[in-house]
């Protein structure tokens, strides 16, 4: 009966397996079908490195580079501001918070992961934005910056929950047998509990840039969504928000464009996501 149920269960988990690669395969297909028409007729240069988006123009131009840009500059600020942030407290609430508080930031924490991404934008058009307008007396506060902070924000969930679970799964004997050598507390958690746990904070590094990355909703609100070259305190357009404003009402090669520059966002986050890997496996080689 045992070795029954084994089996019914085995052959269930290689069939969800099966569906999620299968689903991947598919999605992969259909945007290269559907991408690689409008990318012959305007030219694989004019578009990936064109200037200018203009879809709707009597003489349309479809240049993507600053939505490439602006999704590289805004990925990065989110990550270099988020990231030290999210690990931080990951370490504190792992080793040196008391149990009341690691319980009630948990709590927290996880009823930030539950947000939906429409709320972050709300607040931040309504607080943020204006506050950047004032801060740095400027005309409009809706910017690449605005979308950063709030990037930046969205992505500590992933990086908190995951490095957390990853320092509280280090053996304690590392951090008995460094303690037992003379090592302060500080000097044990960051040089033996995070180099143990490196691999599980990696992994929530590339959950961040996932998160951030794909992103749109939010980021449509509060960055102004003008195709502009980025600039820090300019109004911005990303690669998921270029598709998420338009597709609604596009038709003919602008649709087809559009589909296109959910191709090059695939291939982006799939190339991101390798070389991360890689440079986790590079990490776990040398260790």
Known sequence: MNKAVDKVMQGFFLLCGLITIASVCVITVYLIISGIPAIKEIGIVDFLFGKTWASTAKEAEYGILPFILTSVYGTCGAILIG??????????????????????VSFVVSLLASIPSVVYGLVGMLVLVPWIRKAFHIADGATLFAAMLVLAVMILPSIINVSMTALDAVPKKYEAGALALGATECETYLKVSVPAAKSGIMASVVLGVGRAIGEAMAVMMVSGNVANMPKLFGSVRFLTTAVASEMSYASGLQKQALFSIALVLFVFIMMINLLLRKVMAGGENKS
Do not use: M
């Open 83 to 104: 990231v030290p942030v999210g690990f931080f407290t990951a370490v504190y609430l792992s080793k040196f918070a008391p149990v009341s508080v690691k319980k009630v």
